[in-house]
């Protein structure tokens, strides 16, 4: 299992994804780096605080990037709440973040143990990015580096082809892009393919134990808005928790390939998509690994032992 560093703008569906590794069995929690996002960064860290006491785990929280690195601000309050869990006032937590920077905290974990964590990015790239270029051997001193967003087939989720995490820092993304040699994406596309049918999460809410509860109390928001937009034909679309089940247990990708992915940061309506060379027209090195299908019934299961 790996020991796993995770960087997250949380947001609810993050706290899916932190409540999953959290509970794993197998997984050792080395770092949680917080970055700008969904939320205000100083309002991300006070969550991730909040979803550790829940889970009643310790993990160091190192605070990151305030702001993207060019583009103003975009906020997903309307889909996370004000608070980012959903405004379910839940009580401040005594935890805060360690004194140094996410960044250099990354830089320095890999710098002590080369080739040890596998990084596991939930919100815009803004930290990664920083890392990348204060340190260009970052990426190969990882053991793996896997992150939720981009879109793959132009099905965007905040504009007509840009997906979330690469709209707020596309520049970040072109930074990632072009100093990591290999990165595994979970898309946009591949995560409404494997949304949740809408009867399996409202018993999955109703789990009558404490992470249960905490869960159904930072999540109704979500709830509303995924079903607002997909309908309940649509089923829940949980994007960062398909990311961390991906990084959990690889095996669980039944189907993914390699392709060459650049990033669009100056088109007026596509400003922030990925663009999938599907065809090897520019016959560039592949610098992007897709996922495009993964072990459903498994990813259920782990979502359960995220309210056990
Ligand atoms: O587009 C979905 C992504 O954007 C998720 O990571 C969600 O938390 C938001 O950050
Ligand atoms: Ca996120």
Partial sequence: MPHLIIDTDAGIDDAHALMMALKHPNADIAAITTVNGNVEVEQVTRNVAKILDACGVDAPIYQG????????????????????LGDANLPESPRTAEDEHAVNALLRMVDDAPGEYTLVALGPLTNIALAARLDPTFPSKLNDFIFMGGTIAAHGNVSFVAEFNIFVDPEATHIVLDSFPMATMLSWETTMQHSIDW??????LAADTPLGRFNAAISQQIINFGK???????????????????ALEPDIVLEAQTQYMSVELNGTHTRGQTLVDWVDRYKQPHNIRLITQVNLDRFRELLLQTVQ
């Avoid at 009867?199 to 999955?204: E, G, L, P």
């Avoid at 607002?228 to 991906?246: I, K, N, Q, T, Y």
């Fill in 228 to 246: 607002s937009v997909g309908g309940e034909s649509a089923g829940f679309a949980m994007p960062d928790p398909l990311a961390m089940a991906v």
């Fill in 199 to 204: 009867n399996w999460v409202i018993a999955w």
């Fill in 65 to 84: 990037a305030s702001a993207p690195l060019v583009a103003p601000h975009f906020f997903a309050k309307h889909v996370h709440g004000d608070d980012g």
